[in-house]
């Protein structure tokens, strides 16, 4: 049993409680035991696992066999859940949770895509101008084996920077957009669902996230296009080298998933990669995500990221 240290602000609401915290790695993960998350958590709780996410990024649950409806109700205990997916949909019947199977839509495209360490790491929705603060994904149908996911922890990338090199990021911006992964060709579908919500916007390449005021590496590397004021070239080495320190082993966390599990990540601080070894097995997968609303990212100089197309992600009530 360990007191969460919250290094940063104190959570506004309650005081924490003391919880059955088990971190995983250095920098990034940890398993939460001994609550029951079908039912309302004590305000106390909330604030210790709020805090533990702020300090720990990702956390995960184990055992816990929620319907659709428990998932969106813990998730609202710590923010406003949102549609499901503003671009690709979700459950019938169950508007703010979306369907992460196996074969979902938005893991379709055309052609081989060119494999490069960051190829599908991602943190969700960052074409959005208020991408969703956390992220809360439960597994329901779970591979014998393979199908494990991983996350990078993006404050921890951002100090391990030469001090000279974070001063150089610190002011840039860069694009964001839903494109297929590189080397990859668009799907008509792909292509009419983006169309019927078109999403592009700038955010600062260095973020300071809104609870901690901690600094991140704010690089989604399936969205993140490119830099603002570079030459393409520019862009695209140092794009490059960014999106491989950012999810260098260190920094990450793999996690084995189990019937009922529950991973639940601080989207302003990671990215994380769905995994690609399932689609050489033939096991189902099927897992079921919640977001949370958003704020606007804000860099290191105070400005706010800025929408180029699209309207911010709004909560689902
Ligand atoms: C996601 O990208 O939100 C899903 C991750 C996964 O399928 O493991």
């Known amino acids: 049993m360990s007191d969460i240290l919250l290094a940063g602000r104190e959570p506004a609401s309650a005081p924490a409680a003391s919880l059955d915290l088990r971190p995983l790695t250095g920098h990034i993960g940890a398993e939460i035991h001994g609550l029951d998350l079908s039912r309302p958590l004590p305000p106390s709780t909330v604030a ?3 805090a ?3 300090q720990w990024k990702v956390v995960f649950f184990r055992k816990q066999p929620l319907t659709h409806a428990q998932h969106v109700a813990f998730a609202g205990q710590f923010g406003r859940p949102t549609l499901g997916h503003p671009v690709y949909g979700y459950v019938d019947g169950h508007p703010q949770v979306y ?3 196996r074969n979902r839509f938005s893991s379709r495209h055309t052609g081989d895509q060119l494999l490069r360490p960051w190829t599908g790491w991602h943190t969700d929705v960052t074409a959005a101008v208020n991408p969703p603060a956390a992220s809360i994904l439960r597994g329901v149908v779970i591979p014998p084996y393979g199908g494990d996911t991983q996350w990078t922890n993006l404050e921890a990338a951002y100090e391990a920077l030469s001090p000279t090199l974070r001063d150089f990021v610190d002011a840039l911006r860069g694009i964001h957009q839903f494109v297929p992964p590189e080397g990859q060709g668009a799907t008509e579908e ?9 999403l592009v916007s700038e955010h600062p390449l260095v973020r300071v996230h ?3 005021g901690r600094r991140s590496l704010y690089v989604s590397p399936l969205f993140l296009q490119r830099i603002t004021g570079l030459s393409p070239r520019e862009s695209r080495q140092l794009l490059d080298l960014l999106f491989e320190h950012v999810v260098l082993p260190e920094f990450t966390v793999r996690f ?11 989207n302003n601080a990671t990215a994380h990669l769905a995994p690609r070894d399932i689609y050489r097995l033939d096991f189902d997968r099927q897992l079921y995500r919640v977001t949370l609303k958003g704020e606007v990212p804000v860099g290191v100089d105070g400005r706010p990221s800025t929408a180029i197309e699209g309207e911010p992600l709004d909560a689902y009530e």
């Not at 792909?190 to 019927?196: I, Q, T």
């Not at 084995?256 to 601080?266: G, Y």
């Open 48 to 50: 210790a696992v709020q």
């Open 52 to 54: 533990a996410l702020w």
């Open 99 to 101: 369907s992460v199977a």
């Open 190 to 198: 792909f292509l009419r669902k983006n169309r019927a919500r078109p």
């Open 210 to 212: 809104p609870a901690t």
């Open 256 to 266: 084995r998933w189990e019937k009922d599990s529950i991973a639940f990540w601080d």
